[in-house]
């Protein structure tokens, strides 16, 4: 995950650009992600997303988490 974090950055940088390596593909496979998506959303991260990232029903059961926690704390 370092290595792909370590391409990423290089890709955003201009002047270090590169093509993906074959060893990331399992990652990103892992990610279900492609190349192209990972960094469409590095680049728009701010933009796509406010207080998670991931798979979408990872991010719903983060949002239900948080409004258990606030309801909780509200209740208490």
Do not use: H
């Not at 270090?16 to 590095?42: H, N, T």
């Not at 991260?45 to 406010?50: A, D, I, S, T, Y």
Request: overall charge positive; hydrophobic content about 40%.
């Amino acid at each position: 995950y370092l290595q792909l974090l370590d391409w990423t950055g290089r890709q955003i940088r201009r002047d270090d650009v590169g093509s993906i390596p074959e060893e990331f593909a399992p990652i990103l496979e892992r990610l279900e992600c492609s190349a192209d998506l990972w960094l469409d959303y590095i680049r728009s991260f701010r933009k796509l997303f406010r207080n998670e990232a991931g798979l979408a029903a990872n991010c719903r059961a983060f949002r239900g988490q948080r409004r258990l926690n606030r309801a909780r704390a509200i209740s208490s």
